[in-house]
């Protein structure tokens, strides 16, 4: 079955500090990988995506997602935080054999504290 | 430009009623969508338009029924609604199908149904 794993629920970091969410996936064969953000009462909006090439993918807002084939995960990055990254993340693929669909992750909330 | 227009942003209706909920995209996109979310939930699916026809219904319940009466607008028309239909309805385009494509999403309209 493909499915996309966001093993933590909520993620708390101190502003200023690097943040990484979490998200492991298990399609068959290549992924499209997908980060969105959610804020509250609010759309997603989009962060970056991967489809081929470098694993390091460089998005907005300085976000940056790394893709591990081996380790089948996609970590959302973020150097230095800030509080107005609070937002519920959301982490998805779409299968090369179904690509009208798009399998997303149970979500994960940020939490920066000031 | 990538912007993907909702309306209405908030929507009440009792049980008996029939409304509409409206979506539109001026990027060119062939593809939309739409998905129900629930609180602290990722969007599900509901139904995939493409060249303004539809090519997915994820056993949708009939008292949604889809509409896309031309490339820029998506609308979807409720009758009869359960209050367990309450929820944040997604509209979302994208350029084509095809699994890289990137999927914008609107607003949304939250929805109560008494």
């Known amino acids: 079955a493909q499915s996309v794993a966001q093993p933590e629920d909520q993620v708390n970091v101190a502003e200023g500090n690097p943040l990484t969410v979490k998200c492991t996936y298990s399609v068959s064969g290549n992924p499209y990988l997908f980060w969105y953000v959610q804020y509250p009462n609010r759309g997603l909006q989009f962060l970056l995506k991967y489809i081929t090439g470098d694993n390091l993918v460089k998005g907005s807002y300085g976000f940056e997602a790394e893709f591990n084939k081996s380790q089948t995960s996609f970590h959302l990055k973020k150097p230095s935080a800030l509080v107005s990254d609070s937002a519920l993340y959301f982490c998805a693929v779409r299968p090369y054999s179904s690509a009208s669909k798009i399998i997303f992750g149970s979500g994960t909330r940020l939490s920066i504290r000031p | 430009d990538t912007e993907v227009t909702q309306t209405p942003k908030h929507l009440v209706m009792g049980m008996t009623n029939k409304k509409s909920l409206k979506c539109e995209q001026h990027?060119?996109?062939?593809?939309m969508y739409w998905y129900k979310q629930k609180a602290k939930k990722p969007p599900e699916l509901m139904f995939v338009?493409?060249?303004?026809?539809?090519?997915i219904n994820e056993s949708v319940p009939s008292r949604f029924s889809p509409e896309c009466p031309n490339s820029s607008l998506l609308n979807l028309h409720l009758h009869a609604l359960q209050p367990e239909d309450s929820a944040l309805y997604l509209c979302a385009s994208s350029r084509g199908t095809s699994g890289q494509e990137t999927q914008y999403f609107g607003p949304g309209t939250r929805l109560l149904v008494l």
């Open positions: 338009y493409s060249y303004e026809k539809l090519s």
């Open positions: 990027m060119g996109h062939r593809a």
